[in-house]
């Protein structure tokens, strides 16, 4: 966590410094923002909540194309239960990831997205253990952006490539943010 925070505090102070170089107005080529996720699922075994934060910087390469460094953070909590519904086994696993996202404006608010993550994932396999998996790992999505003054609200519909071949059952993840000077 230390090096993401150094790595994060790096690339805004060259940023800083490379906008105030080329005496640009704030917000003409650079932009920042996060996308939020919040999740609940359950079936007869397994209840999990999700909390998650991603956020992201944008540098405008053209006008309609956006590209730049996100990471992201997720913390599920599992409780897994018996036939009878009783609670038998609580964990908490904390996925990580941080990789490279290209935007293109589509028309007026609309936008696509791709991108590619390393991941951390972590799979409860039971008595408080887990497995982790490790690899690259790619999404593709289309999202709007509620335009006007800053910040922004945005929504967006990701699909999971699945490249680590991990077992999920939400491939389709809904995400909800901001952005700043997009």
């Known amino acids: 966590m230390k090096r993401?925070?150094?790595l994060i505090a790096i690339v805004l102070c060259c940023t800083l410094a490379v906008q105030a170089q080329r005496g640009e107005p704030q917000g003409q080529r650079?932009?920042?923002g996060a996308?939020?996720?919040i999740g609940f699922g359950a079936s007869t075994n397994l209840i999990n909540y999700t909390l998650g934060l991603a956020p992201m910087y944008g540098y405008r390469i053209i006008p309609q194309i956006s590209v730049g460094p996100?990471?992201?953070i997720l913390y599920n909590h599992y409780r897994f239960r018996d036939d009878f519904g009783n609670v038998f086994e609580k964990v908490n696993i904390v996925d990580t990831g941080i990789g490279a996202f290209i935007r293109g404006q589509v028309y007026r608010q609309y936008f696509a997205q791709v991108e590619l993550?390393?991941?951390?994932v972590q799979v409860p396999i039971g008595n408080g253990e887990k497995?982790?998996?490790n690899g690259m790992n790619a999404y593709i999505g289309i999202g709007m952006?509620?335009?006007g003054s800053n910040p922004t609200f945005e929504l967006m519909l990701a699909y999971d490539l699945n490249l680590q071949a991990i077992y999920r059952n939400n491939l389709i993840n809904g995400r909800f943010?901001?952005?700043?000077?997009?």
């Open 145 to 147: 952006n509620s335009g």
């Open 35 to 37: 996308h939020t996720a």
């Open 117 to 120: 993550m390393y991941e951390n």
């Open 4 to 6: 993401f925070s150094l």
């Open 70 to 72: 996100r990471a992201s």
């Open 177 to 182: 943010g901001f952005t700043l000077f997009y």
């Open 30 to 32: 650079w932009w920042v």
């Open 131 to 133: 497995i982790s998996y």
